[in-house]
């Protein structure tokens, strides 16, 4: 069966290192989605891309993270430098397509703890 | 942005108990999942479900879209089914495309 591959699992740093993050969609989604879940939340939504190309980054905090989906198949989210309030876990998600009837798959996702 | 409300927050059942779980928006969506959050926090997806009634084994999810609101019946509990579960809207404007809201979840734990 077709999933959502996520790599760290589990991620400690101290703060002011960089942290990176990696996900590798369903083989043939185009639409890939980084969010982010602190405990006893749901997740919020930190950037869509479709292809290569950003969607909405409205909610990415823009002066320490980053993310990229250079030839449009994985991608890969980073912080730099982290920060004690940045543990969460980071969840990744794909679709087949970006329209608003698409249905969205997660992968396991990375538990980020900032010591 | 969509509000979107779960109830309850939290829910304990004895094993083999029947349960509903709701989800309540306050404005029209496109899209509806359901998710089940394991101990390990994947999310699962239960239902797409934007409208209607759909039935997956012991789980049914019925979306009533004009009234604004989702419901997922569990019957027969399991312990397996112990987690979070999630309900997900999305909301498509033209100025800034695609708007995606999460709901606060449901805590179910299911004794033996």
């Known amino acids: ?115 | 942005g969509i509000q979107v409300e779960q109830s309850p927050p939290d829910l304990i059942l004895q094993e083999g108990a029947n349960s509903t779980l709701r989800c309540n928006f306050s404005d029209s969506v496109n899209n509806l999942q359901w998710f089940h959050q394991n101990p390990w926090g994947q999310l699962i997806n239960l239902f797409y479900i934007p409208s209607g009634t759909k039935q997956n084994g012991r789980l049914s999810a019925t979306t009533v879209a004009t009234e604004r609101y989702s419901l997922l019946y569990i019957s027969s509990s399991q312990t397996t089914d112990s987690g979070v579960y999630f309900c997900a809207v999305v909301s498509f404007w033209q100025n800034t495309g695609n708007q995606f809201y999460f709901g606060t979840g449901t805590s179910l734990t299911v004794i033996p």
């Open chain 1, 1 to 115: 069966e077709a999933e959502v591959a996520q790599s760290p699992r589990y991620k400690i740093t101290e703060k002011s290192q960089a942290v990176a993050f990696w996900c590798d969609p369903i083989s043939g989604h185009a639409t890939l989605y980084w969010y982010r879940q602190i405990l006893g939340q749901g997740p919020e939504l930190l950037v869509q891309f479709q292809d290569e190309s950003v969607v909405d980054d409205s909610q990415l905090p823009k002066d320490r993270f980053s993310a990229e989906r250079l030839k449009g198949v994985d991608s890969t989210l980073k912080i730099q430098p982290a920060e004690l309030g940045d543990s969460a876990m980071y969840l990744c998600a794909s679709s087949l397509g970006s329209g608003p009837h698409n249905e969205q798959f997660f992968g396991p996702g990375t538990r980020l703890t900032v010591l």
